[in-house]
């Protein structure tokens, strides 16, 4: 069965220093891995997403995610945080290959706190 | 240049009043899902259509229904809203490669 799990419930960095977020996923097959943000009161926006064609992924605003097979890990990183990135951020990978079901299996969820 | 849609934003009901939430896509997609989403916690699916074929979670309460007329409509009915009830609704579409579900901007709903 396909699993993730977010290392840390709460990040607190300093605005203009790095940010990581920790997920570490289970599945049995190659797997199709997401990265969603949630803004208080706000719909989730996708970051960025695995397809298997490159291991660096890039996202929208400056973050990117590395798939490490090796350590079953997703991270997500960003070289410096601003206000605005503020958020919930959920790790997420898929039961399927697109069938009916390929429904999303959601991390716990990691709350980012940017301070001035 | 939105592309899944959701009225009204925020929704207030009173205890035991029927509601209905409503999405809208652009998308074209065939795949439409319907999320229940607690203060703090990860979103929790309660159903989703593929195509017309309506699919259930098995732990999704019967007060809780969904109708899709067309392609880019789904609506979410609750019966008779309780107090746990209040949450936040967030509709969804999947298409693309790889397959990749995108959000609407939720719907808060409030039982008083």
């Known amino acids: 069965a396909q699993s993730v799990t977010q290392l840390d419930s709460h990040v607190s960095v300093s605005e203009g220093t790095p940010v990581l977020l920790r997920c570490n996923y289970s599945?049995?097959?190659?797997?199709?891995l997401f990265w969603y943000v949630q803004h208080p009161n706000k719909g989730l926006q996708l970051l960025l997403k695995?397809?298997?064609?490159?291991?660096l992924v890039k996202g929208i605003n400056g973050f990117e995610a590395e798939f490490k097979k090796s350590e079953t890990s997703f991270h997500l990183t960003k070289p410096s945080a601003h206000m605005s990135d503020a958020a919930e951020y959920f790790c997420?990978?898929?039961?399927?290959?697109?069938?009916?079901?390929?429904?999303?299996?959601f991390g716990t969820g990691t709350l980012l706190a940017v301070q001035p | 240049d939105a592309m899944v849609i959701q009225n009204p934003r925020y929704q207030v009901t009173q205890f035991g009043k029927p509601v209905t939430l409503s999405c809208s896509q652009t998308l074209n997609h065939n795949v439409m899902y319907w999320y229940q989403q607690k203060s703090s916690q990860a979103p929790k699916l309660l159903f989703h259509?593929?195509?017309?074929?309506?699919?259930n979670e098995a732990d999704t309460p019967d007060n809780f229904q969904s109708r899709r007329p067309n392609t880019s409509f789904c609506f979410l009915d609750i019966r008779s809203p309780g107090l746990g009830d209040a949450a936040m609704y967030l509709c969804?579409?999947?298409?693309?490669?790889?397959?990749?579900?995108?959000f609407g901007p939720g719907t808060r709903l409030t039982v008083l």
């Open positions: 259509y593929y195509d017309k074929d309506f699919n």
């Open positions: 695995y397809t298997s064609a490159a291991t």
């Open positions: 599945s049995s097959y190659s797997p199709s």
């Open positions: 969804a579409t999947r298409g693309g490669f790889p397959d990749t579900q995108y």
């Open positions: 997420v990978v898929s039961d399927g290959y697109g069938g009916a079901t390929n429904k999303l299996i």
